[in-house]
Nanobody, 115 residues
Framework: EVQLVESGGGMVQPGGSLRVSCAASGFAFSAYGMIWVRQAPGKGLEWVSGIGAGGGTYYADSVKGRFTISRDNVKNTVNLEMNNLKPEDTAIYYC?????????WGQGTQVTVSS
């Protein structure tokens, strides 16, 4: 079965940096695009970033220039480097993959940006 496990969350001060990672298994990782989605307290899901199977990268306007998504097809991981973090970045960060018609999610990792 598809498994996605996020890690790397934590607490950081505004302006700081954090790197969250997603370890994938149970599918042909290199053949699929991956996305990061986040959910702030009391808010809905917000798409943050995506990386295609071919390596193309995409970002929401709210994080463009601050976040960098990458993938390692040897380790089967997708990473999100988050720089110049803002309090509004506080959320649970999830990685996700769409395989045909089935979307799979990780359990999420909490990122808190606070002074």
């Amino acid at each position: 079965e598809v498994q996605l496990v996020e890690s790397g969350g934590g607490m950081v001060q505004p302006g700081g940096s954090l790197r969250v990672s997603c370890a994938a298994s149970g599918f042909a990782f290199s053949a699929y695009g991956m996305i990061w989605v986040r959910q702030a307290p009391g808010k809905g899901l917000e798409w943050v970033s995506g990386i295609g199977a071919g390596g193309g990268t995409y970002y929401a306007d709210s994080v463009k220039g601050r976040f960098t998504i990458s993938r390692d097809n040897v380790k089967n991981t997708v990473n999100l480097e988050m720089n110049n973090l803002k309090p509004e970045d506080t959320a649970i960060y999830y990685c996700s993959v769409l395989i045909v018609t089935r979307r799979s999610w990780g359990q999420g990792t909490q990122v808190t940006v606070s002074s």
